[in-house]
Protein backbone atom coordinates (compact mmCIF):
# COMPACT_ATOMS: atom_id res chain seq x y z
CA UNK A 1 0.00 0.00 0.00
CA UNK A 2 1.10 3.52 -0.71
CA UNK A 3 0.72 5.93 1.93
CA UNK A 4 -0.19 9.38 0.39
CA UNK A 5 0.09 12.45 2.10
CA UNK A 6 -2.67 13.29 4.47
CA UNK A 7 -3.50 16.95 2.99
CA UNK A 8 -6.42 19.57 4.01
CA UNK A 9 -8.05 19.11 0.56
CA UNK A 10 -10.43 22.01 0.17
CA UNK A 11 -11.49 23.62 3.33
CA UNK A 12 -14.40 22.22 4.33
CA UNK A 13 -17.79 24.96 3.44
CA UNK A 14 -20.98 25.51 4.65
CA UNK A 15 -21.73 23.24 7.48
CA UNK A 16 -23.39 20.39 6.14
CA UNK A 17 -21.42 19.84 2.90
CA UNK A 18 -20.72 16.73 1.85
CA UNK A 19 -16.89 15.27 3.20
CA UNK A 20 -16.51 13.87 -0.79
CA UNK A 21 -18.92 15.81 -3.18
CA UNK A 22 -18.13 14.04 -7.08
CA UNK A 23 -19.93 15.39 -9.78
CA UNK A 24 -19.68 13.69 -13.42
CA UNK A 25 -16.70 12.71 -12.90
CA UNK A 26 -14.41 11.43 -16.33
CA UNK A 27 -10.68 10.33 -16.45
CA UNK A 28 -9.27 9.09 -19.63
CA UNK A 29 -6.50 7.69 -19.76
CA UNK A 30 -4.18 7.28 -23.60
CA UNK A 31 -3.03 4.29 -24.70
CA UNK A 32 -0.21 4.26 -26.59
CA UNK A 33 0.58 1.06 -28.65
CA UNK A 34 4.56 1.60 -28.50
CA UNK A 35 7.05 4.17 -26.57
CA UNK A 36 7.57 5.64 -30.13
CA UNK A 37 3.90 6.20 -30.79
CA UNK A 38 4.13 8.78 -28.05
CA UNK A 39 7.71 10.83 -29.46
CA UNK A 40 5.96 10.39 -32.99
CA UNK A 41 2.63 12.31 -31.53
CA UNK A 42 5.04 15.14 -29.96
CA UNK A 43 6.76 15.64 -32.77
CA UNK A 44 3.84 15.35 -35.65
CA UNK A 45 1.71 17.09 -33.02
CA UNK A 46 -1.09 14.56 -34.49
CA UNK A 47 -2.70 11.90 -32.33
CA UNK A 48 -1.47 8.86 -31.82
CA UNK A 49 -3.11 6.93 -29.08
CA UNK A 50 -6.65 5.32 -28.13
CA UNK A 51 -8.32 6.82 -25.36
CA UNK A 52 -9.54 4.47 -22.41
CA UNK A 53 -12.77 6.10 -20.47
CA UNK A 54 -11.74 4.27 -17.10
CA UNK A 55 -14.57 6.63 -15.50
CA UNK A 56 -17.40 9.14 -17.51
CA UNK A 57 -19.98 11.13 -15.55
CA UNK A 58 -19.94 9.50 -11.90
CA UNK A 59 -21.58 11.47 -9.25
CA UNK A 60 -22.46 10.84 -5.80
CA UNK A 61 -22.02 12.60 -2.06
CA UNK A 62 -20.38 10.99 1.00
CA UNK A 63 -21.62 12.61 3.89
CA UNK A 64 -19.63 13.13 6.89
CA UNK A 65 -19.17 9.90 9.30
CA UNK A 66 -20.54 7.82 6.33
CA UNK A 67 -18.84 4.33 5.68
CA UNK A 68 -19.27 3.41 2.26
CA UNK A 69 -17.82 0.50 0.06
CA UNK A 70 -17.00 0.57 -3.41
CA UNK A 71 -17.76 -2.28 -5.45
CA UNK A 72 -16.92 -3.37 -8.84
CA UNK A 73 -15.37 -6.21 -11.11
CA UNK A 74 -11.67 -5.91 -12.01
CA UNK A 75 -10.72 -2.91 -14.44
CA UNK A 76 -14.68 -1.20 -13.34
CA UNK A 77 -12.64 1.89 -12.07
CA UNK A 78 -12.34 1.79 -8.35
CA UNK A 79 -8.71 2.23 -7.43
CA UNK A 80 -9.04 5.24 -10.71
CA UNK A 81 -11.80 6.81 -8.83
CA UNK A 82 -9.72 6.28 -5.39
CA UNK A 83 -7.03 7.94 -6.42
CA UNK A 84 -8.73 11.21 -7.54
CA UNK A 85 -10.64 11.76 -4.28
CA UNK A 86 -7.39 10.72 -2.69
CA UNK A 87 -5.85 13.39 -4.65
CA UNK A 88 -3.02 11.89 -6.20
CA UNK A 89 -4.57 11.71 -9.65
CA UNK A 90 -5.57 14.56 -11.60
CA UNK A 91 -9.41 14.30 -13.01
CA UNK A 92 -10.13 15.25 -16.74
CA UNK A 93 -13.73 16.52 -16.41
CA UNK A 94 -16.17 17.18 -13.90
CA UNK A 95 -15.93 18.27 -9.86
CA UNK A 96 -14.61 16.84 -6.72
CA UNK A 97 -14.52 18.10 -3.14
CA UNK A 98 -13.01 16.90 -0.42
CA UNK A 99 -14.08 18.28 2.77
CA UNK A 100 -11.62 17.52 5.65
CA UNK A 101 -8.26 15.97 6.15
CA UNK A 102 -7.21 12.71 4.29
CA UNK A 103 -4.93 9.50 4.97
CA UNK A 104 -5.13 7.17 1.93
CA UNK A 105 -3.72 3.72 1.90
CA UNK A 106 -3.63 3.11 -2.33
CA UNK A 107 -1.53 0.72 -4.08
CA UNK A 108 0.02 -2.07 -2.89
CA UNK A 109 3.62 -2.69 -2.65
CA UNK A 110 5.37 1.11 -3.38
CA UNK A 111 5.41 3.93 -1.11
CA UNK A 112 7.95 2.94 1.70
CA UNK A 113 11.67 2.99 1.16
CA UNK A 114 13.16 -0.07 0.89
CA UNK A 115 16.72 0.72 1.90
CA UNK A 116 15.22 2.56 5.48
CA UNK A 117 14.31 0.17 8.82
CA UNK A 118 11.14 0.03 9.58
CA UNK A 119 10.82 2.33 12.15
CA UNK A 120 12.26 5.04 9.80
CA UNK A 121 9.80 4.14 7.07
CA UNK A 122 7.20 4.83 10.13
CA UNK A 123 8.63 8.19 10.88
CA UNK A 124 8.78 9.13 7.05
CA UNK A 125 5.60 7.41 6.54
CA UNK A 126 3.52 8.97 9.35
CA UNK A 127 5.34 12.72 7.96
CA UNK A 128 4.21 12.52 4.56
CA UNK A 129 0.31 11.18 5.89
CA UNK A 130 0.64 14.77 7.67
CA UNK A 131 1.63 14.03 11.21
CA UNK A 132 4.00 16.15 13.10
CA UNK A 133 7.62 14.37 13.88
CA UNK A 134 6.86 14.43 17.67
CA UNK A 135 2.98 13.10 16.80
CA UNK A 136 4.92 10.07 14.81
CA UNK A 137 7.39 9.33 17.67
CA UNK A 138 4.65 9.28 20.21
CA UNK A 139 2.23 6.93 18.47
CA UNK A 140 5.95 4.79 17.21
CA UNK A 141 5.53 1.96 19.63
CA UNK A 142 1.58 1.52 19.67
CA UNK A 143 2.01 1.54 15.28
CA UNK A 144 4.81 -1.32 15.64
CA UNK A 145 2.50 -3.58 18.40
CA UNK A 146 -0.31 -2.95 15.97
CA UNK A 147 1.95 -4.30 13.39
CA UNK A 148 3.35 -7.16 15.10
CA UNK A 149 7.02 -6.54 13.93
CA UNK A 150 8.70 -5.38 17.43
CA UNK A 151 11.67 -7.96 16.13
CA UNK A 152 12.28 -6.78 12.67
CA UNK A 153 11.53 -3.16 13.15
CA UNK A 154 15.24 -1.88 13.17
CA UNK A 155 15.87 -4.27 10.02
CA UNK A 156 15.82 -2.83 6.49
CA UNK A 157 12.06 -2.89 4.96
CA UNK A 158 13.54 -4.31 1.93
CA UNK A 159 13.94 -7.94 3.67
CA UNK A 160 10.36 -7.85 4.59
CA UNK A 161 7.70 -9.99 3.12
CA UNK A 162 4.79 -8.71 1.18
CA UNK A 163 2.14 -8.87 4.16
CA UNK A 164 5.18 -7.68 6.85
CA UNK A 165 5.18 -4.57 4.06
CA UNK A 166 1.59 -4.41 4.42
CA UNK A 167 0.76 -4.71 7.74
CA UNK A 168 3.17 -1.31 8.77
CA UNK A 169 1.94 0.77 6.15
CA UNK A 170 -1.55 -0.54 7.37
CA UNK A 171 -0.87 0.27 10.72
CA UNK A 172 1.20 3.84 10.20
CA UNK A 173 -1.63 5.21 7.55
CA UNK A 174 -4.63 3.95 10.55
CA UNK A 175 -2.45 5.55 13.18
CA UNK A 176 -3.45 9.23 11.28
CA UNK A 177 -6.05 11.34 13.35
CA UNK A 178 -7.55 11.71 9.82
CA UNK A 179 -11.57 12.48 9.42
CA UNK A 180 -11.60 10.76 6.01
CA UNK A 181 -9.73 7.65 5.26
CA UNK A 182 -9.41 6.17 1.89
CA UNK A 183 -9.08 2.31 1.38
CA UNK A 184 -7.95 0.33 -1.13
CA UNK A 185 -8.25 -3.41 -0.67
CA UNK A 186 -6.00 -2.84 2.42
CA UNK A 187 -8.35 -5.19 4.25
CA UNK A 188 -7.67 -8.34 1.99
CA UNK A 189 -4.00 -8.12 2.78
CA UNK A 190 -1.94 -10.19 5.02
CA UNK A 191 -3.22 -13.27 6.96
CA UNK A 192 -6.64 -13.96 7.57
CA UNK A 193 -6.16 -13.13 11.43
CA UNK A 194 -4.43 -10.03 10.60
CA UNK A 195 -6.94 -8.83 8.09
CA UNK A 196 -9.67 -9.37 11.06
CA UNK A 197 -7.88 -7.23 13.36
CA UNK A 198 -7.86 -4.67 10.41
CA UNK A 199 -11.23 -5.17 9.96
CA UNK A 200 -11.94 -4.53 13.15
CA UNK A 201 -9.77 -1.25 13.67
CA UNK A 202 -11.39 0.10 10.69
CA UNK A 203 -14.76 -0.51 12.47
CA UNK A 204 -13.48 1.41 15.40
CA UNK A 205 -12.25 4.31 13.50
CA UNK A 206 -16.11 4.38 11.51
CA UNK A 207 -17.38 4.25 14.91
CA UNK A 208 -15.57 6.91 16.18
CA UNK A 209 -17.64 9.09 13.47
CA UNK A 210 -15.00 9.20 11.03
CA UNK A 211 -15.56 9.35 6.83
CA UNK A 212 -14.37 6.16 5.29
CA UNK A 213 -14.56 5.54 1.66
CA UNK A 214 -13.24 1.87 0.61
CA UNK A 215 -12.79 -0.41 -2.30
CA UNK A 216 -13.33 -4.66 -1.20
CA UNK A 217 -14.49 -6.74 -3.18
CA UNK A 218 -15.52 -9.28 0.48
CA UNK A 219 -19.39 -8.44 0.71
CA UNK A 220 -18.94 -9.10 4.01
CA UNK A 221 -16.78 -6.42 4.63
CA UNK A 222 -19.91 -4.25 2.90
CA UNK A 223 -22.35 -5.11 4.85
CA UNK A 224 -21.43 -5.75 8.25
CA UNK A 225 -19.22 -1.84 8.02
CA UNK A 226 -20.88 -0.14 5.56
CA UNK A 227 -23.84 2.37 5.46
CA UNK A 228 -23.92 2.63 1.51
CA UNK A 229 -22.29 1.14 -1.18
CA UNK A 230 -21.82 2.46 -4.81
CA UNK A 231 -21.43 -0.08 -7.61
CA UNK A 232 -18.86 0.63 -10.60
CA UNK A 233 -18.87 -0.85 -13.67
CA UNK A 234 -16.60 -0.28 -17.28
CA UNK A 235 -16.14 3.51 -15.29
CA UNK A 236 -19.99 4.47 -14.81
CA UNK A 237 -21.31 4.42 -11.81
CA UNK A 238 -24.14 1.62 -12.08
CA UNK A 239 -25.91 1.77 -8.93
CA UNK A 240 -25.40 3.83 -5.20
CA UNK A 241 -27.83 2.76 -2.42
CA UNK A 242 -28.08 0.62 0.67
CA UNK A 243 -25.58 -2.32 1.19
CA UNK A 244 -27.54 -5.48 0.25
CA UNK A 245 -29.36 -3.33 -2.74
CA UNK A 246 -25.74 -3.22 -4.32
CA UNK A 247 -24.48 -5.98 -3.32
CA UNK A 248 -26.97 -7.74 -4.74
CA UNK A 249 -26.74 -6.07 -8.31
CA UNK A 250 -22.80 -6.83 -7.65
CA UNK A 251 -23.58 -10.55 -8.00
CA UNK A 252 -26.23 -10.22 -10.56
CA UNK A 253 -23.15 -9.04 -12.65
CA UNK A 254 -20.72 -11.75 -11.42
CA UNK A 255 -23.27 -14.21 -12.62
CA UNK A 256 -23.91 -12.94 -15.58
CA UNK A 257 -20.21 -13.16 -16.07
CA UNK A 258 -20.01 -16.80 -14.95
CA UNK A 259 -22.82 -17.77 -17.08
CA UNK A 260 -21.07 -16.50 -20.01
CA UNK A 261 -18.14 -18.94 -18.88
CA UNK A 262 -20.73 -21.80 -18.73
CA UNK A 263 -19.33 -24.91 -16.35
CA UNK A 264 -15.67 -22.85 -15.29
CA UNK A 265 -15.33 -21.83 -11.93
CA UNK A 266 -13.49 -18.45 -11.51
CA UNK A 267 -11.04 -20.79 -9.27
CA UNK A 268 -7.81 -18.40 -8.16
CA UNK A 269 -5.29 -20.89 -6.57
CA UNK A 270 -3.60 -20.76 -3.93
CA UNK A 271 -0.28 -20.01 -5.68
CA UNK A 272 -1.98 -16.84 -6.95
CA UNK A 273 -3.16 -15.46 -3.73
CA UNK A 274 -0.19 -15.98 -2.37
CA UNK A 275 -0.63 -18.54 0.24
CA UNK A 276 2.77 -20.19 -0.61
CA UNK A 277 5.73 -19.67 -2.92
CA UNK A 278 6.53 -21.97 -5.83
CA UNK A 279 9.60 -22.71 -4.05
CA UNK A 280 7.64 -23.62 -0.94
CA UNK A 281 5.35 -26.08 -2.84
CA UNK A 282 7.74 -27.57 -4.64
CA UNK A 283 9.51 -28.76 -1.62
CA UNK A 284 6.61 -30.31 -0.53
CA UNK A 285 5.48 -33.91 -1.04
CA UNK A 286 2.01 -32.52 -1.65
CA UNK A 287 -0.10 -29.17 -1.67
CA UNK A 288 -3.72 -28.11 -1.75
CA UNK A 289 -3.46 -26.20 -4.99
CA UNK A 290 -6.88 -24.61 -5.30
CA UNK A 291 -9.59 -24.49 -2.37
CA UNK A 292 -12.88 -23.13 -3.11
CA UNK A 293 -16.64 -23.33 -2.66
CA UNK A 294 -18.84 -24.18 -5.85
CA UNK A 295 -23.15 -24.12 -5.48
CA UNK A 296 -24.80 -27.00 -7.06
CA UNK A 297 -24.49 -25.83 -10.74
CA UNK A 298 -20.96 -25.81 -10.26
CA UNK A 299 -20.42 -21.90 -10.25
CA UNK A 300 -17.93 -20.60 -7.11
CA UNK A 301 -19.94 -18.80 -4.66
CA UNK A 302 -19.21 -15.99 -2.18
CA UNK A 303 -22.76 -15.87 -0.49
CA UNK A 304 -23.99 -18.68 1.24
CA UNK A 305 -28.17 -19.17 1.30
CA UNK A 306 -29.64 -20.67 4.17
CA UNK A 307 -30.54 -24.42 2.76
CA UNK A 308 -28.87 -25.17 -0.25
CA UNK A 309 -26.34 -27.52 -1.16
CA UNK A 310 -22.60 -27.00 -1.50
CA UNK A 311 -19.36 -28.35 -2.05
CA UNK A 312 -16.14 -27.36 -0.86
CA UNK A 313 -13.79 -28.36 -3.88
CA UNK A 314 -9.90 -28.80 -2.92
CA UNK A 315 -6.98 -29.42 -5.58
CA UNK A 316 -4.55 -31.40 -4.43
CA UNK A 317 -0.89 -31.37 -6.48
CA UNK A 318 1.23 -34.30 -5.61
CA UNK A 319 4.53 -34.02 -5.71
CA UNK A 320 5.72 -37.47 -5.31
CA UNK A 321 4.29 -40.72 -4.87
CA UNK A 322 1.50 -41.07 -2.11
CA UNK A 323 0.06 -44.42 -1.63
CA UNK A 324 -2.19 -43.01 1.38
CA UNK A 325 -3.20 -39.60 1.72
CA UNK A 326 -5.80 -37.48 3.11
CA UNK A 327 -8.24 -34.27 2.53
CA UNK A 328 -10.30 -32.13 5.05
CA UNK A 329 -11.54 -29.13 4.85
CA UNK A 330 -12.54 -25.90 8.22
CA UNK A 331 -14.84 -23.46 7.65
CA UNK A 332 -13.65 -20.63 10.76
CA UNK A 333 -15.31 -17.67 11.80
CA UNK A 334 -13.25 -14.51 10.68
CA UNK A 335 -12.04 -14.58 14.75
CA UNK A 336 -10.58 -18.07 14.38
CA UNK A 337 -13.25 -20.35 15.73
CA UNK A 338 -14.08 -23.30 13.80
CA UNK A 339 -17.37 -23.80 13.00
CA UNK A 340 -16.99 -27.13 11.14
CA UNK A 341 -15.36 -29.39 9.41
CA UNK A 342 -14.75 -32.82 7.15
CA UNK A 343 -12.00 -34.91 6.50
CA UNK A 344 -12.10 -38.01 4.27
CA UNK A 345 -10.63 -39.82 7.27
CA UNK A 346 -14.40 -39.54 8.74
CA UNK A 347 -15.58 -40.91 5.75
CA UNK A 348 -12.80 -43.63 5.79
CA UNK A 349 -11.74 -43.08 2.79
CA UNK A 350 -8.21 -43.09 1.79
CA UNK A 351 -6.63 -41.18 -1.41
CA UNK A 352 -3.73 -41.89 -3.52
CA UNK A 353 -1.49 -39.68 -6.06
CA UNK A 354 1.36 -40.54 -8.05
CA UNK A 355 3.98 -37.63 -8.65
CA UNK A 356 2.78 -35.08 -11.14
CA UNK A 357 -0.63 -36.05 -10.31
CA UNK A 358 -3.57 -33.36 -9.52
CA UNK A 359 -6.21 -35.15 -7.39
CA UNK A 360 -9.92 -33.12 -7.30
CA UNK A 361 -12.04 -33.71 -4.16
CA UNK A 362 -15.24 -32.05 -3.09
CA UNK A 363 -16.79 -32.08 0.18
CA UNK A 364 -20.70 -31.10 -0.31
CA UNK A 365 -23.52 -29.65 2.94
CA UNK A 366 -25.89 -28.28 3.18
CA UNK A 367 -25.90 -25.00 4.24
CA UNK A 368 -26.81 -23.71 8.44
CA UNK A 369 -24.78 -21.49 8.36
CA UNK A 370 -26.31 -18.25 10.66
CA UNK A 371 -25.79 -15.16 9.27
CA UNK A 372 -22.35 -13.59 8.88
CA UNK A 373 -18.99 -13.92 7.56
CA UNK A 374 -16.95 -17.12 7.37
CA UNK A 375 -13.22 -18.24 6.58
CA UNK A 376 -12.91 -21.77 4.50
CA UNK A 377 -9.38 -23.66 4.49
CA UNK A 378 -8.29 -26.88 3.79
CA UNK A 379 -5.30 -29.82 4.10
CA UNK A 380 -3.72 -32.27 2.99
CA UNK A 381 -2.17 -35.22 5.09
CA UNK A 382 -0.29 -38.01 4.38
CA UNK A 383 -1.39 -41.33 6.04
CA UNK A 384 1.50 -43.17 8.19
CA UNK A 385 -0.04 -46.32 10.03
CA UNK A 386 -3.07 -45.54 12.41
CA UNK A 387 -1.08 -41.86 12.50
CA UNK A 388 -0.67 -39.06 10.13
CA UNK A 389 1.82 -36.31 8.54
CA UNK A 390 0.14 -33.04 7.69
CA UNK A 391 1.47 -32.17 4.62
CA UNK A 392 -0.03 -28.56 3.77
CA UNK A 393 -2.92 -26.33 5.33
CA UNK A 394 -4.16 -23.19 3.90
CA UNK A 395 -6.10 -21.31 6.45
CA UNK A 396 -8.86 -19.82 4.93
CA UNK A 397 -8.69 -15.89 3.51
CA UNK A 398 -11.65 -15.69 1.67
CA UNK A 399 -14.43 -14.29 3.59
CA UNK A 400 -18.01 -15.78 2.98
CA UNK A 401 -21.17 -14.86 3.49
CA UNK A 402 -24.47 -16.32 4.54
CA UNK A 403 -27.14 -15.04 4.38
CA UNK A 404 -30.80 -16.13 6.52
CA UNK A 405 -33.03 -15.18 9.37
CA UNK A 406 -30.99 -13.94 12.63
CA UNK A 407 -30.31 -16.77 14.79
CA UNK A 408 -27.96 -16.74 18.12
CA UNK A 409 -24.63 -18.70 17.73
CA UNK A 410 -23.28 -19.44 14.58
CA UNK A 411 -25.71 -22.43 13.23
CA UNK A 412 -29.60 -22.30 12.11
CA UNK A 413 -30.85 -25.22 13.29
CA UNK A 414 -34.29 -25.06 11.48
CA UNK A 415 -35.83 -24.07 15.18
CA UNK A 416 -39.44 -23.35 14.99
CA UNK A 417 -41.58 -21.50 17.22
CA UNK A 418 -44.53 -22.08 18.78
CA UNK A 419 -47.30 -20.82 21.95
CA UNK A 420 -47.90 -24.29 23.91
CA UNK A 421 -50.74 -22.77 25.90
CA UNK A 422 -51.47 -20.08 28.52
CA UNK A 423 -52.55 -20.74 31.78
CA UNK A 424 -53.29 -18.58 34.70
CA UNK A 425 -52.70 -19.03 38.70
CA UNK A 426 -55.89 -21.15 39.11
CA UNK A 427 -55.33 -23.60 36.28
N1 LIG B 1 -2.15 4.69 -15.75
C1 LIG B 1 -2.99 4.04 -16.54
N2 LIG B 1 -2.79 4.02 -17.88
C2 LIG B 1 -3.66 3.38 -18.70
N3 LIG B 1 -4.77 2.72 -18.28
C3 LIG B 1 -5.00 2.70 -16.96
C4 LIG B 1 -4.14 3.35 -16.02
N4 LIG B 1 -4.66 3.15 -14.78
C5 LIG B 1 -5.78 2.41 -14.94
N5 LIG B 1 -5.99 2.15 -16.24
C6 LIG B 1 -7.11 1.39 -16.82
O1 LIG B 1 -8.31 1.92 -16.30
C7 LIG B 1 -9.23 0.86 -16.02
C8 LIG B 1 -9.68 0.97 -14.57
O2 LIG B 1 -8.57 0.63 -13.74
P1 LIG B 1 -8.69 0.58 -12.16
O3 LIG B 1 -7.35 0.18 -11.63
O4 LIG B 1 -9.28 1.85 -11.66
O5 LIG B 1 -9.75 -0.60 -11.96
P2 LIG B 1 -10.23 -1.35 -10.64
O6 LIG B 1 -11.71 -1.31 -10.63
O7 LIG B 1 -9.53 -0.78 -9.44
O8 LIG B 1 -9.74 -2.84 -10.91
P3 LIG B 1 -9.21 -4.00 -9.92
O9 LIG B 1 -10.40 -4.55 -9.18
O10 LIG B 1 -8.65 -4.99 -10.89
O11 LIG B 1 -8.16 -3.40 -9.02
C9 LIG B 1 -8.51 -0.44 -16.34
O12 LIG B 1 -8.91 -0.89 -17.61
C10 LIG B 1 -7.05 -0.07 -16.36
O13 LIG B 1 -6.32 -0.85 -17.28
Not at 211 to 223: A, D, M, N, R, W
Not at 230 to 244: A, F, N, V
Not at 345 to 355: M, P, Q, Y
Amino acid sequence: MALDQGKDVAQATATGASAIHVKNLGKSFKLYDRPSALLRELITGRKHHAEYHALTGVSFDVGHGEVVGVLGRNGAGKSTLLKIVAGVLDHDEGDIKVNGRVAALLELGSGFSPEYTGRNNVLFGGMCLGMKKEEVLAKMDSIIEFAELGDVIDQPFKTYSSGMKARLTFATAISVDAEILIIDEALSVGDALFAEKCFKRIKEIAESGATIFFVTHSLGQIYELCDRAILLDRGKLLCDGLPRYVGHEYETLLARDRSKTAGKTLQETVLSRGLIKQEQADKLDAYVRVISLVDEDGFEATTLHYGERYKVMIQVQFNKHLPRAGVSFRVETPSGMTVFGDATAFHEVELSGAAGQTGHYAFSFRNVLAPGNYLVGGGVVELIEDAFNVLHVVRGNTLLTATGRPVTGMVDLGCEFEEVKKQTDNG
